[in-house]
Nanobody, 124 residues
Framework: QLQLVESGGGLVQPGGSLRLSCTAS????????IGWFRQAPGKEREGVSC????????NYADSVKGRFTISRDNAKNTVYLQMNSLKPEDTAIYFC?????????????????WGQGTQVTVSS
């Protein structure tokens, strides 16, 4: 079964940092556009960031611009989300998925191979 696996979440104080990782089970990520999404309790799923297969194109939600950085290491079959200056409103379950587009309104496109997610909690 093709699936993505997220890791790296945890509890962090406001202003702190975390790095999330997204790896693949059963296939290589190298040829896929990868997106990070998050969902907080009682809220709709939000597109956070995406990266093209080469890494040359990236997009970010306005709420995380300047704080989060998406990157990929195809040799390690891994996509990362570096999260700095974390705020309590960043608290959510973070998911990665593979999709067809990383341009305008990328989060509206159909993304697949969702993982189980990793919990990020920002609290003092």
């Amino acid at each position: 079964q093709l699936q993505l696996v997220e890791s790296g979440g945890g509890l962090v104080q406001p202003g702190g940092s975390l790095r999330l990782s997204c790896t693949a089970s059963g296939f290589t990520l190298n040829y896929y556009i990868i997106g990070w999404f998050r969902q907080a309790p009682g809220k709709e799923r939000e597109g956070v960031s995406c990266i093209s297969s080469s890494g040359g194109s990236r997009n970010y939600a306005d709420s995380v611009k300047g704080r989060f950085t998406i990157s990929r290491d195809n040799a390690k079959n891994t996509v990362y989300l570096q999260m700095n200056s974390l705020k309590p409103e960043d608290t959510a379950i973070y998911f990665c998925a593979a999709g067809p587009w990383c341009g305008s309104s990328w989060w509206r496109y159909e993304y697949n191979y969702w993982g189980q997610g990793t919990q990020v909690t920002v609290s003092s």
